[in-house]
């Protein structure tokens, strides 16, 4: 017997471009499971970050005076006066090298931040903590999609849209839910989000959102 199901992943931001969806993530699911559409899980992107990881804005790059291989990143991410981070990261470099007209958008974390070690393997998550780097203190760090969980990705620090708000929560801006889905058999229809809206719709009474 051969099991015929795929994976599917839904944010509910994404789902609510379609049809207004106005109870907890749970109770959604719950209805979906019952109809015959598996909610093997809820994740929460950014459940994790809380106070301490916001949008910043990079003001300044500067050299490392101890280390050729790390800058000096002035950033502000909405405080009194902005702070300097210490980072290698090669997006940084280049950007050191040729600044950009219009100062970069970044996810800064602040000390207490609780990020995924992108360093070990088995990518714990850990809180972070002010440290010296090479006689430089960082205040905080600037985060790659690894670090905070969105993706696998580590080659560099996570840039955000120009329009993204300094200052504002990274929770707010960029945290989201996310339906995993175990679909079987006869609901192959189902995978797509206009296609997952329309049952929600049915399922709830609200009307679909024509796009």
Known sequence: FKRNYMSFQVPLSWLEDFVEINMHANA???????????VE???KIGENWGDYCVVGQILKILKHPNADNLNLVKIDFGADKPITIVTGAPN??????????KPPKVALALSGALLVDAHNENHPVKKLKPVKIR??????MLCSELELGISDEHQGILVLPED???GKLLEEYLGDTILHFD???????LLSI???AREVSALTGKKLKKK
């Open 28 to 38: 959604i699911a719950e209805r979906l499971t019952i109809a015959g559409l598996e």
């Open 41 to 43: 899980k809820i994740e």
């Open 92 to 101: 940084i470099q280049i950007m050191a090298e040729n600044f950009p007209e």
């Open 135 to 140: 006689g430089i203190s960082s205040e905080g």
């Open 164 to 166: 993204a708000p300094v």
């Open 183 to 189: 679909i079987k058999g006869g609901f192959s229809h």
């Open 194 to 196: 206009l296609g997952m």
